[in-house]
């Protein structure tokens, strides 16, 4: 892997602003969701950044909850995102905020613009407010409102507060210009009326006051030098500089940087929200979800998130990241760190027939040939065995190399076995269980004679086997832009049917006996694996996190 590249544009601002001694070297940042669903993937890239930052340059970041809008924010959310923030390994320590604590100062805010006369109420419904707005081509109209006095202003805004109008009977706007070329500036809405309950200032408020008017303010309070927010608030950025020249406050500076897409991944609460309520996945933690509960269920590292965003990097155009990239990281990771077992998720029952029928012995296997300090562990043989249903065939193809009738192969760590023969049952014709000779001069896999073999097998010892349940993932969705759809259908027409599939009844080596909840192995020839919570004293369950094909070298080979 190359160098992590650190270097970004942001970066270069924050150097620049270092050698002019601007803020006073100051660095501090921010973090700012908004509690209306669980984090993912691309919510990590900008707090990786945030809090990266401000590690790198003996800055602080705060945690703010971007919590204006009483209606679709839940108290749930709030402790999910703690807790996913705090996993990936990041701390706010004492700077916890809520943009809910700020409802005060923002209205003290909003009563000086009012005084300035550079807010008004209106009375335009929101339907009239859209039309005189105008069109990216033409300019917008005044709206009849516009030219209240300051007095009668303060009046209505006063009734606003408290509780006089019904919702969306008016609003409070900023008096900027209805000709700007950039529509965030044709007199944007400060304050909306919606009669309902907050979370944490419950029915003290029924006016609520918007993203623009709440963010950079926010920032300001807060005292944020650096605000980095993603591509799409680059056009409000002349709206967050004029409140805050007007209000004469805290100059944070807003800087944009591009969103993360991941292939074959939607990246958005709202559509993520729409496949958990319409049950295409079991909840915000299902492990084929992107979301940081969902990868964490699945098995991914803090680590390789992590290293995942510093990857990544920053930029200002919008591009998409291959999914490949997620799952190197991942597989980089535990191929260094996950011990290896053996484990057979289709068994197919192999008797040897020349075997002694009572013995059996403890063969040396090799716990991650990457670590020469993991060492070596016993694995029980005996006189039956299973091998994976896919690594015999009856009458193979010229490609296929592993056991078939009067073939040899090794089973890993043990002894090369020959097919003699099979059993079918009659009904189904299916193969039930293979009849095979073992050479004992091949002990521990080795050739007696120099004589080769094409295939080495994985195997469990039939009466030393552990039961478990393996669920298998893969992508969620079948098109690598899932939002390509056909007419009238939506991204949810591409979620993929056969994205999850249940194991049961795998055999797994006895050395799993005991593998604790949230550890990592990898089953030998079959993926990296984790033992999910749904695990119990009577029955383990195991996701598995990826396979061993590493895509993204394949791709980083078609691309040379
Ligand atoms: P979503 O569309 O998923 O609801 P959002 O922007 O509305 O995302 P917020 O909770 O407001 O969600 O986001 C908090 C911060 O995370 C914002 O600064 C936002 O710019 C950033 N962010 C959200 N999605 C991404 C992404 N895909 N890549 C990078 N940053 C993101
Ligand atoms: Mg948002």
Known sequence: METENKTNFIRDIIEEDLR??????????????????????GHAKAFCLNFGIAEDYNGLCNLRFDDTNPIKEEEEYVESIKEDIRWVGFDWEDR??????????????????????KAYVCHLSPDEIREYRGTLTEPGKNSPYRDRSIEENLELFEKMKTGEFKNGECVLRAKIDMASPNINMRDPIMYRIIHAEHHRTGDKWCIYP?????????????????????????????????????????????????????????????????????????????PRMPTLSGLRRRGYTPQSIRNFCDRIGLSKADS?????????????ELNR???????????????????????????????????????????????????????????????????????????????????????????????TELHCTYDPESRGGKSPDGRKVKATLHWVSSKHAVEAEVRL?????????????????????NVNPNSFEIIKNCKLEPSLKNAKLGTRFQFERLGYFYVDPDS???????????TLRDEWAKIQKRNR
Not at 22 to 33: A, D, E, G, Y
Not at 214 to 231: M, N, P
Not at 536 to 546: A, D
Request: proline share 6%.
């Open 20 to 41: 002019t001694n601007k803020n006073n070297s100051i660095v501090h940042t921010r973090f700012p969701p908004e509690p209306n669903g669980c984090l993912h993937i």
């Open 96 to 117: 916890l905020y809520f943009a809910s604590d700020y409802f005060d100062k923002l209205y003290e805010f909003a009563l000086k613009l009012i005084k300035d006369g």
């Open 210 to 286: 918007s993203y623009d008017f709440t963010h950079g303010q926010s920032d300001s309070i807060e005292k944020i030098t650096y605000s980095l927010c993603s591509l799409e608030f680059e056009n409000h950025r002349p709206l967050y500089d004029w409140f805050i020249e007007n209000l004469e406050i805290f100059p944070s500076r807003q800087i944009e940087f591009a969103r993360l897409n991941l292939t074959y991944t939607v990246l958005s609460k709202r559509k993520l929200r729409e496949l958990v309520e319409e049950n295409y996945v079991t909840d915000w933690d299902d």
């Open 320 to 332: 998409t990241v291959d999914i490949a990239l997620l799952e190197y990281f991942i597989r980089e």
């Open 337 to 431: 760190t996950a011990p290896r077992v053996m484990a057979v998720l289709k068994p197919l029952k192999v008797v040897i027939d020349n075997y002694p029928d009572d013995f059996e012995e403890e063969l040396d296997a090799v716990n991650n040939p990457e670590d020469p300090d993991a060492g070596t562990r016993k694995v029980p043989f005996s006189k039956v065995i299973y091998i994976e249903k896919d690594d015999f065939m009856e009458d193979p193809p010229k490609k296929f190399f592993r056991l078939a009738p009067g073939r040899e192969v090794r089973l890993r760590y043990a002894y090369f076995i020959k097919c003699e023969s099979l059993i079918k049952d009659e009904q189904t014709g299916e193969i």
């Open 473 to 493: 993932y893969d992508k969620l969705f079948t098109k690598a832009n899932p939002d390509e759809t056909g007419e009238g259908k939506d991204f949810k027409s």
């Open 536 to 546: 119990t004293k009577e029955k383990l369950v195991f996701n598995r996190i990826v």
